[in-house]
């Protein structure tokens, strides 16, 4: 275990504390690190993460491969810095006074940036980097329940449970839509396809039960699942227990 600061968290916060430092050699850098970053998130939109390589991106910034490490150390770095910032771009919106709507624009924040970057939800075996993306992010979250009763780490937990579904419905979507552009087959188009042969191979078998609502859902969603529906209808029961869970608070206090 080190005891050294991690350099990264400089570059998070594009620290600089002024002392002079050694002079680079070769030329002068034409680009700064938020265009490095900014690059790096064009591509994981496009290609996803596993697409992004600090070749690919070094080629579509036009340096030398070896040139991209003078501005980040290496794609580990990258992908913090890409995270980051992705979370930190967005302007946060104004709370607005009841709860129950705080929470839920908490939610459906969340849920429009991993839509908006669903290579956020291929991110994984990082550390919980603090940077001013987060960390403004994760202050106006906390702002929603701030004084609603709940003790600090209910505060922090009720954040978790409101991104962590949301981010869940994400993933779900964004899986949906993968095998779509795998197959150039729709979820409907599937099971136009495969109707007559569902029939055939589940004959002598009852099922009333998923016959009835998997009818059902399937007329409404026009597919096997509708990620948006779930969206909504689990995020309702989820405010319906934590509106109660202050309430009880609030009349336990009385």
């Known amino acids: 275990m080190s005891d050294h600061p991690d350099p990264v968290l400089r570059l998070l916060w594009r620290y600089d504390d002024g002392a002079p430092s050694a002079p680079r050699r070769g030329r002068k850098q034409r680009l700064s690190v938020d265009d490095v970053v900014d690059a790096g998130i064009r591509i994981a939109d496009r290609d996803g993460l596993p697409g992004l390589s600090m070749?690919?991106?070094?080629t579509e910034l036009g340096l030398?491969?070896?040139?991209l490490y003078t501005y980040v150390p290496g794609r580990d770095e990258l992908v913090v810095l890409m995270?980051?910032?992705?979370?930190?771009?967005?302007?946060?919106?104004?709370?607005?006074?009841?709860?129950?709507?705080?929470?839920?624009?908490?939610?459906?924040?969340?849920?429009?940036?991993?839509?908006q970057h669903p290579w956020l939800l291929e991110v994984s075996g990082l550390r919980a980097w603090v940077g001013p993306g987060a960390s403004?992010?994760?202050?106006w979250q906390l702002s929603a329940v701030e004084g609603a009763g709940l003790d600090d780490i209910e505060m922090d937990q009720t954040v978790a449970l409101?991104?962590?579904?949301?981010?869940?419905?994400?993933?779900?979507?964004?899986?949906?839509r993968a095998e779509e552009r795998a197959s150039g087959m729709t979820q409907?188009?599937?099971?136009?396809?495969?109707?007559?042969?569902?029939?055939?191979?589940?004959?002598?078998?009852?099922?009333?039960?998923?016959?009835?609502?998997g009818a059902a859902a399937g007329e409404a969603y026009q597919a096997a699942t509708d990620p948006a529906r779930?969206?909504?209808?689990?995020?309702?029961?989820i405010l319906d227990g934590l509106v109660a869970h202050v309430e009880h608070k609030r009349g336990a206090r009385a």
């Open 188 to 213: 409907a188009d599937w099971w136009a396809a495969n109707a007559d042969e569902l029939g055939v191979v589940m004959a002598g078998r009852e099922y009333p039960l998923a016959g009835r609502v």
């Open 83 to 115: 995270v980051d910032r992705a979370l930190g771009r967005r302007e946060l919106p104004e709370m607005p006074d009841d709860l129950r709507d705080r929470m839920a624009l908490v939610a459906r924040f969340h849920y429009e940036e991993c839509r």
């Open 136 to 139: 403004d992010l994760y202050e």
């Open 64 to 67: 030398g491969a070896m040139s």
């Open 55 to 58: 070749r690919l991106l070094a």
């Open 230 to 237: 779930e969206m909504e209808f689990g995020l309702a029961r």
């Open 162 to 176: 409101l991104i962590g579904f949301a981010g869940n419905v994400a993933r779900a979507q964004e899986a949906i």
